[in-house]
């Protein structure tokens, strides 16, 4: 029996037995309505797979074209490691060469150069892994460090437009999820509020990024801006696919973004704050406490980039 698709056949199913004679009637018919479900099924398999397919291209576009537009900030972050490089190692070489050599401040300098080749070799690898084309995966992190991150990586951005980040992060259990997709949704929804407020002249620009455990087994973070705000319209349509308030934007990275969120087992949503801003809040289940019951909260921190 062909498996027909619009005429054209996706495949072959069989139908034999041992005995020789005849199908009944009521055999055949059986098996040609088996035959039409099976066809359906491997249609909607195809389909789903292609959807999947699908999502991950757009999610992948998305994510390269906000690192893009990260682009001049990254570069302008890794010019100050790379020029405490330079000055640590100048003055290294300087300590070493007078008579007798200064041993102590050398290695103070040899210090001090490690430490900034680290910090530009992690915005680096930030970078690499949310530009690579990855399947998704479930890995078993801490979400706050994933979130560190991102402010980091976003840091130049923050410095360019005037914007004051602080983060007040809960003591979390650790999660499972996709780190990397999670990170392109924190990118995402950081971007999104620095460039938000970039229009207003009236009062700081502040950006607060804030995590918490809630009782219902999950971890909720938060991303408030004290930019123009929502519309009513806004709120009703912003995770809409193509809808945008950008001039030049896609409409696509919040649609993905909660298709992520949802894809993690989470939901993600937005309200309008006062006096003025929004505030965007998705939550991820948590894994439990088995491996993350240790420790002290981490600090607040605060990053000033007026």
């Known amino acids: 029996m062909p498996l027909l698709i619009d005429e054209v056949v996706i495949g072959i199913v069989g139908l034999a037995r041992n005995l020789v004679e005849p199908f009944t009637d009521r055999q055949i018919d059986l098996f040609v309505d088996f035959a039409a479900q099976a066809t359906i099924a491997l249609e909607s ?18 994510r390269v074209a906000t690192i893009g537009q990260l682009a001049a900030s990254i570069a302008h972050e890794l010019k100050q490691p ?12 300087r300590w070493l060469k007078i008579q007798p050599p200064d041993i102590k401040e050398a290695e103070q300098s040899n210090e001090r150069l490690i430490k900034e080749a680290h910090r530009a070799s992690t915005i680096i690898d930030g970078l690499r892994d949310l530009a690579r084309k990855t399947v998704p995966r479930t890995d078993v992190f801490d979400l706050n460090d994933a979130i560190l991150e991102v402010v980091a990586l976003t840091h130049g951005e923050a410095v360019k437009f005037g914007v004051a980040v602080q983060t007040q992060l809960a003591r979390l259990p650790r999660i499972q999820g996709d780190r990397v997709q999670l990170q392109q949704v924190m990118l995402n929804l950081i971007v999104n509020a620095i460039q938000a407020m970039s229009s207003v002249t009236v009062g700081t620009r502040g950006l607060q990024i804030s995590t918490e455990t ?24 912003v995770f809409d696919p193509f809808y945008t308030t950008k001039p030049d934007g896609m409409g696509m990275g919040l649609a993905i973004c909660r298709s992520i969120i949802e894809a993690n087992g989470g939901r993600l949503w937005a309200c309008g704050c006062e006096p003025r801003g929004a505030l965007f809040q998705f939550t991820i289940p948590q894994l439990g406490w088995a491996d993350s019951d240790r420790g002290d909260a981490p ?8």
């Open 82 to 93: 790379l020029a405490t490089i330079v000055t640590n190692g100048s003055a290294s070489l």
């Open 45 to 62: 398999t195809r389909r789903e797979r292609q959807s999947r397919h699908l999502q991950t291209e757009l999610a992948h576009a998305n």
């Open 299 to 306: 600090p607040q921190h605060v990053s000033d980039g007026r």
């Open 214 to 237: 809630l009782e219902a087994d999950c971890v909720r973070v938060g991303v408030r801006d004290t930019g123009p705000g929502l519309s009513a319209k806004s709120l009703e349509r």
